[in-house]
Nanobody, 115 residues
């Protein structure tokens, strides 16, 4: 059974930093990524990373956020710097199983950036 455990969210002032983690278990994972959903808005891609380390970022976070993964630990990270109030959202981890392509989502972690 696939389980995703997210951690690292919280309240931070604008300009600050946070690091999110997503520990995955119960499967072999292909692409992994972070999404976010602000109140009244659709869920959107923040950043994604393949098993080989290729990355993709939303334009709004390029140069401020860094996605990484530890394949040995099946753990995904998101280092967020120079945070802005508009980064406030619930952040979700997403993983794709390697062979089936089935998608799993984490429970979400709240990130709040105060101005």
């Amino acid at each position: 059974q696939v389980q995703l455990v997210e951690s690292g969210g919280g309240l931070v002032q604008a300009g600050g930093s946070l690091r999110l983690s997503c520990a995955a278990s119960g499967g072999i994972f292909n692409a992994m990524g972070w999404y976010r959903q602000a109140p009244g808005k659709q869920r959107e891609l923040v950043a994604a990373i393949t098993t080989g380390g290729s990355t993709n970022y939303a334009d709004s976070v390029k140069g401020r956020f860094t996605i990484s993964r530890d394949n040995a630990k099946s753990t995904l990270y998101l280092q967020m710097s120079s945070l802005k109030p508009e980064d406030t959202a619930v952040y979700y981890c997403r993983v794709d199983l390697l062979w089936s392509g089935v998608i799993y989502w984490g429970q979400g972690t709240q990130v709040t950036v105060s101005s």
